[in-house]
């Protein structure tokens, strides 16, 4: 199946024994747009999401890189309307943080396509996955984990919210999207001692390397947390 033009393939990926992973590679190679499903069917440390989520294909993932990093200007783009709770803020800022180190870029730009409504007023201190009371605690507790684990500046938007939570990363020939089924926080949750943390200590903690209890991968037979990987080539 593979030709004298693809001879760059490594021996580990000519071993491929599955013809829609074989499909999968030639699609990169020959720059046809492509996608593919996978599940998180385990507890994560927040430090390894990134990590766990590449160890499911890293075949694709390595020649994925090489493509993102073969042009200098890069960018990226997270778009949800319900990005609403400590957990969510926290677990977007590690995988950009992530993403940085893994393609070992830096990002001409960082957007993030958020709505200011769907948040619910309370009383109560909020803890990791409760919805802040409003946007403004949101957009402050998002900026503080911006600048503590990115590092870098980024612009706010509310325009044309797509319903698909998704992050794009984006140069001159491609776009890389990562699908997340109900957003970066859906099916998550801390650990039943780091959820009783309060906000005050959350904010005093946040590049602590919190685990991440999968919800979905023990209620109702799911197999785990559901991402689509879509790679989009440009003319």
Not at 107 to 127: M, Q, T
Not at 184 to 206: C, F, P, V
């Amino acid at each position: 199946m593979f030709s004298k033009k693809y001879n760059n393939l490594t021996d580990e990926i000519r071993g491929f024994r599955k013809k829609a992973e074989k499909r999968l590679l030639l699609s990169l190679y020959k720059k046809i747009d492509f996608s593919f499903d996978c599940y998180l069917d385990e507890d994560i440390k927040v430090d390894d999401f990134l990590k766990k989520l590449i160890s499911i294909k890293p075949h694709f993932w390595s020649i994925i890189k090489k493509t993102i990093v073969s042009s200098p200007h890069v960018s990226i783009v997270y778009s949800d309307r319900y990005l609403n709770t400590p957990l969510g803020c926290i677990m977007l800022s590690q995988l950009i943080r992530q993403i940085r180190l893994y393609f070992q870029i830096h990002f001409d730009s960082i957007v993030l396509n958020i709505s200011r409504a769907g948040f619910h007023p309370n009383k109560n201190n909020p803890s990791s996955t409760m919805i802040f009371p409003n946007h403004k605690q949101r957009d402050k507790f998002l900026q503080l984990c911006m600048r503590m684990l990115v590092k870098d500046d980024y612009t706010e938007k509310e325009r044309n919210i797509p319903h698909q939570r998704v992050l794009s990363i984006s140069n001159a020939k491609c776009t890389l999207e990562i699908l997340f089924d109900g957003g970066i926080a859906y099916g998550w949750r801390l650990s039943h001692e780091e959820d009783k943390l309060t906000m005050e200590q959350i904010e005093a903690n946040i590049s602590y390397n919190y685990t991440c209890i999968n919800q979905l991968a023990r209620k109702y037979d799911r197999k785990g947390i559901f991402f689509v990987v879509r790679m989009l080539f440009k003319d």
